[in-house]
């Protein structure tokens, strides 16, 4: 029997038989593939849906079912929030910083109210209330949280600030589960076909054409006529650790990988005929400093006592800035105002305290007139309502002048930073697969986290955006397929 691979496709020449034949063949079947698969079914195609699993979820049902939507919603509007198209779009912009997909940008911020509305119209509920504060899940079923920087410097001297996460209602963690489930059932309603417990092994093409896919279904080798063309909705490779090396070394200072089934495979297939693989450097991660809410109004600084970032910040943001520090680790300073015990989960450790921020960086072996100088120099511009190096931003600039004092450890290594990979195979605002030229290659789709999309930047990451970029292009590449003549 030959050995098929990922990283060669079959000719279809070669394909001894088919097992399987139509329209559309998707593969994954997260939030991506389910939106896919809506959306090619109502332009009335065939669709089969693959999942390697024994069921739908993927990277989505472990999510907290957030999705980044602005431009006037009406959570927005109920809580007196004025946001537009071109604020909206412009932060999306900012957020992706320097592997922005500008054209990404502008469809999404144009379309993300209609969008909205189809997710509703699949049956995903809000309640449609709004919750203040520094929030990175609601654990009552809330819609609209601040969930990026779109109030921090510098995101909010370009785009209008608002809050944008919302959230599927859920009372309690783990809002992704019932998305997906609601996807799902959409999907099947509208009648494609799924297939579970198969596994993608290679494609298949005529000529330059993506024509179909072999899977490994009860441990044979199935193969699978796509007349139209084939999606990948695999998410990305933060669980291929020759990827990352090859790929995203940096991604090796933590050690908390998130995700499901995540090993790069739809990029390696994508890679296969020709697609070309972007910003494969690009990773998310966080920390969870924000839980107690009232540390977000800390100071950080690295392993020399500087300041390092304006630590009103998405959390996320925070701690990717972190993690480029040296030293492996950074420290969390707070005053008796403002702490409270770490998360358990975190990882978080106590490692200095004081009366004076002189004694706390001695505890810290940190020279003399390092940390105390930082701290001296913050503490007096910030009872001016100042940040003269960061431009933090009220009400997270406050003095920490309350004795004692704590610094608190945030070890890349032991403390809880987990992550995820966020390049991937470029793709047009269709979802068609580009070669390194720029051309379409034909019949081959993707979405979500196997490529690279509105969260592009790891540094500008905003909660909710992975959602928004599956979904919506998830939905872009379904209609897109199956538009293609047979």
């Known amino acids: 029997m030959p050995a098929y691979s990922h990283y060669q496709p079959l000719a279809l020449a070669n394909v001894p038989h088919w097992d399987f034949t139509t329209d559309v063949a998707i593969i994954g079947f997260g939030a991506t593939g389910a939106c896919a698969a809506i959306e090619a079914r109502k332009a009335g195609a065939a669709v089969m849906l693959f999942e390697r699993s024994s069921g739908s979820g993927g990277a989505s049902a472990l999510s907290g079912g957030e999705i980044y939507i602005g431009g006037g919603t009406d959570a927005q509007i109920a809580a007196g929030f004025t946001d537009t198209v071109e604020d909206f779009t412009a932060y999306l912009k900012l957020a992706g910083g320097p592997c922005v997909d500008e054209a990404k940008c502008e469809l999404y911020g144009r379309e993300a109210l209609a969008h909205y509305q189809w997710l509703k119209d699949q049956g995903v509920p809000y309640r449609g209330n709004y919750l203040p504060g520094k929030v990175i899940e609601p654990t009552d079923d809330s819609t609209l949280i601040w969930s990026g920087s779109e109030a921090a410097t510098p995101f909010r001297l370009t785009a209008r600030p608002a809050p944008r996460g919302h959230v599927i209602q859920h009372v309690g963690w783990g809002g992704g589960r019932p998305l997906v489930d609601i996807l799902e059932a959409r999907a099947r309603d ?76 739809g990029i390696e297939l994508g890679q296969s005929v020709g697609g070309d693989a972007i910003h494969m450097d690009q990773f998310f991660t966080t920390c969870p400093w924000t839980i107690p809410a009232d540390q977000a109004h800390g100071v950080f600084v690295n392993v020399a006592g500087q300041r390092f970032i304006n630590e009103d910040c998405y959390h996320g943001r925070v701690s990717r800035c972190a993690v480029d520090q040296p030293g492996g680790k950074v420290y969390l300073l707070l005053d008796s105002a403002h702490f409270s015990q770490p998360l358990d989960l975190a990882g978080i450790t106590i490692a200095g305290t004081g009366n004076t921020w002189e004694e706390v960086e001695g505890e810290l072996d940190m020279p003399a007139g390092t940390l105390s100088a930082t701290m ?24 920490l002048d309350q004795a004692p004092f704590v610094a608190l450890e945030c070890n890349f290594e032991t403390s809880y930073f987990s ?20 051309v379409p290659i034909p019949g081959l789709f993707a979405a979500g986290r196997c490529t690279s999309g509105l969260p592009a930047w790891g540094h500008g990451y905003s909660s909710g955006m992975s959602l928004a970029d599956c979904t919506f292009f998830g939905r872009q590449a379904g209609r897109a397929v199956a538009q293609l003549k047979n």
Do not use: W
Request: a positive charge.
């Open 190 to 265: 509208a009648g494609a076909e799924i297939h579970v417990d198969a596994r993608a092994v290679a494609l298949i093409t005529d000529g330059d054409r993506v024509a179909g896919v072999v899977m490994r279904i009860d441990n044979r080798d199935r193969f699978v006529r796509a007349t139209r063309g084939v999606v990948l909705a695999t998410g990305g490779f933060v669980f291929n650790e020759a990827m990352r090396r090859k790929y995203c070394p940096e991604s090796f200072r933590v050690n908390s990988p998130i995700g499901d089934k995540d090993d790069g495979i």
């Open 376 to 399: 001296a120099f913050y503490n007096r511009h910030a009872h001016q309502g100042r940040d003269p190096l960061f431009d933090k931003q009220a009400p997270m600039l406050v003095p």
């Open 419 to 438: 992550f995820f990979t966020l390049g991937g195979l470029k793709t047009g605002t269709a979802g068609e697969v580009l070669n390194r030229g720029g």
